[in-house]
């Protein structure tokens, strides 16, 4: 995946052996001691903790031959390589993770193959190809040693046991690996040693240390070495002559070329692809899909693509590296950035603690102790059972695009090659016959992995296969249709080409199937980010300031590039673009511009400039529609081609110059090599060493050279782009603490070594915090920008989710960091449950009654709302009364959403961080919590998003039952602030209304339940006009979400009653989200400058401000006032639905359609009282449908005339529908009623015209009024047509009643 050791041009860099080390003897392992003291302290128990299992160093509970040892590197060939020095102590840990294993002629001893990687700090990698077997321990000393041992752990058994003590009994049991092992004699017969009747065994390792992945080769090597050792005859030649001949005399092959070199009994190849070809990757993806099968691969894929904390759990350690390598190439043109151990040695398990994104693989001491194993951080954790085929995945994680579509490729791709794609652990029957029929077809017929020649439709092979046939299923339900494929059976020519094939035809499967699979996840990423280079922003400076600058610039133009995707892609590419790997991605795009390409990105760019130039695709034009890949049978036939026509044969084996008896054979024992002829090359034969691959050598060292010189400047840029970006820095060295294993030597890991590594952890979470709070803001206020007439507008809710959700994932990582008791899956949950049960024991000691009645009643004259208190145990009881929510992790998100709406995080998460004996008994010393300086750091930018409005939860948790309180204020000096008849409210919001509720008599305030009506937008409210003092002057409605806090101002400032105003017994209020009186209150406590307040609805809807009835706009402002409310209306239209927010407020708001409108229609109105009573618009509608309805009678039909009175008898009708409509509305109720269906139904440009030409106008307007200038109304009518391609939706509390 990333750069190899850059010199090496030679196949193998060092040959290792481990095992044993006579002299010092028997060593228990301390690191091994160390982990177990660390998992004592995580769990709060003491290192003497009476309990077997748990006690730390030698403990005598455990059987001898289960305990750890200490191994050491014997032996290293050559002793140093300059461009690869050689670590002892990360060898040996990964070599043998867990130490010495010893065991008896009555155990099983199999030798057992695994591969490792170590990434230098430059990211570059060494891979390591290990084959542990078993040698009989010859040493007497070390048999007497485990014999005392014996005697001492039976002593101690023997005392247990006759103590009662249950709890060692189970210890005894777990240390049998045979779970179905039961009878107590050959329990003891397996789990012990008599020095007189047994033979003792103890593990050792061989080892190939490459620069290169090559792992079949190695393993091939590597097995043919331990039989030469195994085997009863001696090998042709001494074994220094194969271990000389593969450490410098074996090439490595050049790209796009095949090596063949000699083993022990057999040729071994090995092949490397082509510069335009993926990279090279040689670990079988088919058993990955085996292991884990399809569903669960593409599940953990996408985890792995969004960064999420990734923990592969086996008892095989190369079962953790191949799914660990597999995952990760198949990310391709994307690289794991972060933590990336594939096997954690037992010394590193505090690893487990760290609070960043890692995949790590651990190895499980038995099938099924997942129950067992406890973690620090669980939110974001996708656990992977590689042995039980089983994966926990985190919660609402966004599924992968064309997910279905796909699966269903990939499955055909593994059916051709005969592998289920449930995958082979546990899977059905029909599909264990599928595969041996498909099998036994192969091997019958000699096709070399072709199926029957007759046209097949996959689907019913496997009929009866659950995974399939639900797959199936759900295919037919989304119309995707499964084809049959012809399969056509191979020319004879081919067949005689596969038989000069130099692997088994099994491994050249293997290599089709690989590369076929890793084809089709690159062809989703090559479709999905076809056009990504339009929305790169391109720097304008050099190098070095751009580097210099890199944090504060923006690389990629992630709004433009969504809102250029197809809707179903957004909820995981708004996600994935947020994501280190994107980002570096991006980064090596810019750096290309200056710097040779990364090899990834060129073979990424080529396939996108090939695919374009044969689909001659559109770029601007983006479909879901899913496209397979086209290339699958060409790169399998490269593979073939390198693999049939072996290009390069390196030099055979030979006599070294060995002394005399050097290199005896001894059956069943590795030889102690000979180190003066391993430990440096060939001197006088150079010429000889390389032959038929001279040129190829030179291309390397070439290469090499210009490698190691991308190496410097890359090296050279991370320095410069580190001293400004404290984040890289951290993400750099928590990836070489975690990957390269070279930081304090190893055996120093003592817990002050580990405390200096969680304190990087620190720096790094405060500094994310930082990032993630700025760039928060950033998108909000960049909204608010847009709304105010600013810059371009953007798909800001998806990506305020996305953000919310990634500031949610970091709390939880900042709360499990140094954790010692966690309850359930969500840290963050479980300290607010425990501050939560500390307060309420508190409460109820002080048992002080809470004073409501004064705190509530904040005005005497109750014309204001009662304060709402914040409450961070009140808010924890919201959420656990939520049913909806059914998981720790989801209480603990819709907490955080419901603070960070109430403007209350930080303050409620300084209550928490504060209360220190709760600190102190939940987390460890260098816990981010006990840090003092860092969490005041980390509350001020959780403080800063105080500056921007969110309804993150409300707009997420839509269908709970919320608490309103609403109060009426009625202007006091000029009415009664009591009415006698009957009032009655309705509230409605985004997401629905109340219906109408009667407010009781007298009382102007009420609290009603309902389900989350959203974001508020109107209020209706009116009386029935009965009783003496009927009549009412309101001044405005107040109504709050007791949850959230939001505040909403309904204004009115006018009469409801008969004979007065306008004759209205109820009105429709729009209104706008007033700032709480409570956010100074915080702004007190939290000793930082008030923040910054939203723009209120208003201000938000216009800039240009009207002016009010009684201020006489003239007629320009009037016109740039309609313009400026039909303009709102059209960006309305133009954001993503789900982010509209309410069409009310634009259509009848303070500056919406109606009241431009209304400006319009005032201007030189004849308003004069006559006989005391005013004069309203709707008078001249209602005088204009008169004279409109008898002149229809008068008029002759004329042709001209028919689309006119078309239009007329439109009008009319709705304005007598308006006027029967059985609701008490007065006549500027009506007005707006009328503007509002006219803009509904498109026929506001019909009816402007219709009334400036009436013959009434001239009666009720002066001369210079707007509607009597024809160039004026002609204005207003084109301006009104722009609404016609807009499908306007009318709130139901507008046109209730009304029957059109």
């Not at 510069?275 to 990955?288: G, I, N, Q, T």
């Not at 019913?460 to 046939?469: F, H, P």
């Not at 000096?973 to 409210?985: E, Q, R, V």
Request: net charge negative; aromatic share 8%; glycine share 4%.
């Amino acid at each position: 995946m990333t750069s190899s050791s850059s010199g090496s041009c030679r196949f193998a860099d060092y040959f290792v052996l481990a095992g044993i080390d006579t002299d010092s003897g028997l060593e228990p392992d301390e690191l091994s001691a160390l982990c177990q003291w660390l998992e004592a302290q995580r769990y709060g128990r003491s290192q003497d903790n009476p309990c077997p299992n748990k006690a730390s160093g030698e403990n005598f509970d455990q059987s001898p031959l289960r305990r750890t040892f200490k191994s050491k590197v014997l032996a290293h060939y050559p002793q140093n390589v300059e461009y690869n020095p050689f670590d002892q102590d990360a060898v040996n840990m990964l070599c043998m993770p867990k130490g010495l294993s010893f065991r008896t002629q009555a155990e099983s001893r199999d030798p057992l193959f695994h591969s490792f990687l170590i990434t230098r700090e430059d990211g570059s990698r060494t891979y390591g190809f290990v084959l542990t077997f078993y040698e009989e321990v010859t040493c007497k000393q070390i048999c007497s040693a485990m014999q005392t041992l014996y005697q001492m752990h039976n002593v101690e058994q023997y005392s247990s046991v006759y103590a009662s003590s249950s709890c060692s009994m189970d210890s005894l049991a777990s240390s049998i690996d045979e779970g179905d092992s039961t009878s107590l004699a050959k329990l003891q017969r397996y789990n012990s040693y008599d020095i007189s009747r047994d033979t003792l065994y103890v593990s050792k390792c061989i080892c190939l240390i490459t620069p290169l992945p090559f792992m079949q080769a190695c393993r091939k090597f590597l097995l043919q070495l331990h039989k030469a050792v195994s085997s009863q005859q001696p090998p042709p030649l001494p074994l220094e002559s194969y271990i000389h001949n593969v450490l410098y005399e074996v090439p490595l092959p050049p790209p796009g070329r095949s090596l063949k070199f000699s083993g022990v009994y057999g040729p071994v190849i090995c092949q490397r692809p082509g510069l335009s070809e993926l990279p090279l990757f040689d670990f079988p993806l088919r058993e990955a899909f085996e292991l884990l099968g399809l569903e669960n691969l593409v599940q953990l894929f996408t985890c792995v693509l969004l960064e999420m904390q990734i923990l592969l759990y086996s008892q095989d350690y190369q079962r953790l590296m191949t799914v660990a390598e597999g995952i990760t190439t198949l990310l391709f043109p994307f690289q794991w950035q972060h933590v990336y151990v594939p096997i954690l040695p037992a010394s590193l398990l505090h690893f487990l603690d760290a609070p960043v994104p890692y995949l790590m693989g651990l190895q499980s001491k038995e099938p099924n102790d997942r129950s067992k194993l406890e973690l620090p951080q669980e939110a974001n954790l996708c656990f992977v059972d590689i042995d039980n085929h089983f994966i926990e995945l985190p919660e609402d994680f966004p599924q992968f695009p064309n997910k279905l579509e796909f699966i269903q490729e990939i499955s055909e791709v593994l059916l051709h090659f005969g592998i289920p794609p449930e995958g082979n652990l546990h899977c059905s029957e029909s599909a264990t016959k599928l595969k041996n029929l498909v099998l036994d077809d192969l091997v019958n017929d000699k096709k070399n992995g072709n199926l029957t020649a007759n046209t097949i439709n996959m689907y019913e092979l496997l009929k009866g296969n659950e995974t399939l046939a639900r797959l199936q299923a759900l295919a037919k339900r989304t119309g995707v249709t499964v084809e049959k494929m012809e399969i056509t059976p191979p020319p004879a020519a081919a067949k005689e080409k596969d038989t000069k094939c130099q692997c088994s035809e099994e491994e050249l499967r293997d290599y089709k199937l690989t590369v076929q699979l890793r084809e089709v996840f690159a062809n989703r990423f090559t479709q999905m980010f076809a056009d990504y280079e339009a929305f790169v922003i391109q720097p304008t400076q050099d190098m070095d300031s751009w580097l210099t600058n890199r944090e504060q610039m923006q690389n990629f133009d992630k709004a433009s590039f969504l809102s250029d995707q197809p809707e179903p892609y957004l909820p995981f590419l708004s996600h994935f673009i947020e994501t280190q790997m994107f980002a570096t991605f991006i980064d090596n795009k810019i750096v290309s511009l200056w710097e040779e390409k990364d090899p990834l990105l060129r073979v990424f760019d080529s396939r996108i400039e090939k695919m374009k130039i044969y689909n001659v695709r559109i770029p601007t034009l983006r479909t879901s529609n899913y496209q397979k890949c086209t290339v699958l049978k060409e790169a399998a036939q490269a593979i073939e081609q390198r693999l049939v026509k072996i290009d390069h044969t390196a030099i055979h084996p030979h006599l070294l110059d060995m002394k005399i008896g050097q290199g005896k054979y001894e059956q069943g024992f590795f030889p102690k090599l000979q180190s003066d002829v391993l430990s440096t090359g060939p001197t006088n034969n150079k010429k000889r060493t390389f032959t038929g691959c001279i040129c190829d050598s030179r291309w390397a060292n070439r290469s090499a050279t210009a490698q190691r010189r991308k190496d410097r400047l890359r090296q050279h840029s991370e320095h410069l782009a580190l001293d400004n970006d404290l984040k890289e820095k951290y993400i750099q060295e928590a990836r070489s603490i975690g990957k390269n294993l070279r930081q304090p030597k190893l055996s120093d890991l003592s817990p002050a070594v580990i405390a200096q590594t969680n304190w990087k952890f620190v720096e790094g979470l405060l500094k994310e915090c930082r990032v993630k709070t700025k760039r928060m803001l950033v998108e909000k206020m960049g909204h608010e920008a847009v709304e105010l007439g600013h810059g371009e507008a953007n798909i800001t809710g998806l990506e305020e989710n996305t953000l919310i959700a990634s500031l949610c994932d970091l709390l939880e990582r900042i709360w499990s960091h140094g954790l010692l008791i966690k309850q359930g899956k969500s840290a963050l949950w479980s300290h607010l449950l425990h501050y939560q049960e500390s307060e309420e024991k508190r409460e109820a000691m002080v048992e002080t009654p809470v004073a409501a009645g004064p705190e509530r009643r904040r005005s005497d004259s109750g014309l204001n709302l009662p304060t709402l208190k914040v409450s961070l145990i009140h808010d924890m009881r919201h959420v656990q009364n939520m049913s909806e929510i059914k998981t720790d992790v989801g209480r603990a998100r819709a907490w955080i959403r419901l603070s960070l709406e109430k403007k209350a995080l930080s303050q409620q998460l300084k209550q928490l961080m504060f209360n220190q004996a709760l600190i102190k008994k939940l987390y460890k010393r260098y816990a981010f919590l006990r840090c003092e300086d860092e969490k005041e750091q980390f509350l001020y930018h959780l403080l800063s998003l105080n500056a921007v409005d969110y309804f993150c939860f409300t707009s997420v948790f839509t269908t709970i039952m919320i608490p309103y309180r609403a109060v009426i204020i009625p202007i006091k000096k000029l009415s009664n602030s009591i009415t006698t008849s009957n009032p009655w409210i309705s509230v409605s919001g985004e997401l629905g209304d109340t219906g109408v509720m009667q407010v009781p008599k007298n009382v102007l305030e009420m609290t009603f339940e309902c389900q989350n009506l959203g974001k508020l937008t109107t209020v209706q409210i009116g009386h029935d006009n009965s009783g003496l003092l009927a009549k009412w002057l309101v001044d405005c409605v107040m109504v709050r979400n007791e949850i959230t806090g939001h505040t909403y101002r309904f204004p009115c400032g006018r009469w409801l009653g008969k004979g007065v105003d306008d004759g209205s017994l109820e009105r429709i209020l729009v209104g706008e989200l007033i700032t709480p009186v409570v956010e100074e209150d915080l702004s007190k406590q939290c000793r930082t400058p008030p923040q910054l307040r939203s723009p209120t609805v208003t201000r938000r809807l216009s800039v240009t401000s009207l002016g009010g009835k009684t201020g006489k706009p003239n007629a320009g402002q009037i016109q740039e006032g309609i313009g400026e409310s039909i303009n709102n209306i059209v960006k309305h239209f133009h954001k993503p639905e789900k982010e509209r927010g309410s069409l009310t407020i634009l259509l009848c708001g303070e500056y919406g359609l109606v009241s431009a409108l209304e400006q319009v229609f005032h201007h030189g109105f004849k308003s004069a009282r006559l006989f005391q009573k005013n004069v309203f618009i709707w008078d001249f509608i209602e005088k204009a449908v008169t004279y409109f309805e008898t002149a229809e009678e008068d008029e002759e039909s004329q042709e001209n005339l028919l689309q006119l009175k078309a239009c007329s008898a439109t009008f009319c009708q709705y304005v007598n529908a308006i006027t029967a409509a059985p609701r008490n509305i007065g006549k500027d109720g009506k007005l707006q009623l009328l503007v509002c269906l006219g803009a509904r139904d498109h026929l506001l440009p019909q009816w402007i015209p219709l009334l400036a030409e009436c013959p009434v106008i001239s009666r009720m307007y002066e001369d210079g009024a707007l509607l009597r200038d024809h160039a004026a109304v002609n204005s207003l009518i084109r301006v009104l047509q722009t609404l016609h391609e807009f499908n306007i939706t009318l709130e139901a509390s507008l046109v209730k009643g009304i029957d059109l």
